[in-house]
Antibody, heavy 125, light 110 residues
Framework: EEQLVESGGTLLRPGESLRLSCEASGFNFEDYTMNWVRQVPGKGLQWVSGINWNGDSLAYADSMKGRLTISRDNANRSLFLQMSGLRAEDTALYYC??????????????????WGPGTLVTVSS | HSVLTQPPSASGTPGQRVTISCSGNSSNIGSNDVTWYQQLPGAAPKLLFSGLHQRPSGVPDRFSVSKSGTSASLAISGLQSEDEADYHCSAWDDSLSCPVFGGGTKVTVL
């Protein structure tokens, strides 16, 4: 069974740092672009960061740029998100998600076809 | 505040048809296809549609999607109690160079 499982979420104080992990199983992890998406409970989804299959291409949401580092370890089928300078507004459920993209021109789509259950990050003084 | 605009809620009785709209601009929906997710209570999102013609196996055919210009819609025909969930739209944004989402629509089965 294809599966993603996040870990590392916890309660922190503003300004602290945290590393989230995501372990993949049941598919060829190294074949896929992987992303982090977050969700404030009861609110919409927000894209956070993405990394291509070999880690050569990285992308970050403008709202968090400079405070994030995404990385992966294909040998151990793992994805990571290092977050620093955490703020109360970073409080959210953080999901690891596998990317499926295709089509072309106006038919191009960028989708997340496999999600983990999420890990909760709470930033509060 | 989300880049794509969805109504916060929609509802219908069992068997009815419910439609959820998703509005964007020329950089996202106007230039790329729309993806839809279903999020059951307490669960992670699940891919419902990736593009107009990409319905993953297991997704009932009572779900359908359409797109026109900078707007898209998800329709649920023959609404069932198990369809009660949050529905999120998304599209790649050429200007922001990232995927963007709507705020989600909570569908209630009355």
């Amino acid at each position: 069974e294809e599966q993603l499982v996040e870990s590392g979420g916890t309660l922190l104080r503003p300004g602290e740092s945290l590393r989230l992990s995501c372990e993949a199983s049941g598919f060829n992890f190294e074949d896929y672009t992987m992303n982090w998406v977050r969700q404030v409970p009861g609110k919409g989804l927000q894209w956070v960061s993405g990394i291509n299959w070999n880690g050569d291409s990285l992308a970050y949401a403008d709202s968090m740029k400079g405070r994030l580092t995404i990385s992966r370890d294909n040998a151990n089928r793992s994805l990571f998100l290092q977050m620093s300078g955490l703020r109360a507004e970073d409080t959210a459920l953080y999901y690891c998600a596998r990317v499926k993209e295709g089509g072309g021109g106006t038919d191009y789509y960028y989708a997340f076809d496999l999600w983990g259950p999420g890990t909760l990050v709470t930033v509060s003084s | 505040h989300s880049v794509l605009t969805q109504p916060p809620s929609a509802s219908g009785t069992p068997g009815q048809r419910v439609t959820i709209s998703c509005s964007g601009n020329s950089s996202n929906i106007g230039s790329n296809d729309v993806t839809w997710y279903q999020q059951l209570p307490g669960a992670a999102p699940k891919l419902l549609f990736s593009g107009l013609h990409q319905r993953p196996s297991g997704v009932p055919d009572r779900f359908s999607v359409s797109k026109s210009g900078t707007s898209a819609s998800l329709a649920i025909s023959g609404l069932q109690s198990e369809d009660e969930a949050d529905y999120h739209c998304s599209a790649w944004d050429d200007s922001l160079s990232c995927p963007v989402f709507g705020g989600g629509t909570k569908v209630t089965v009355l």
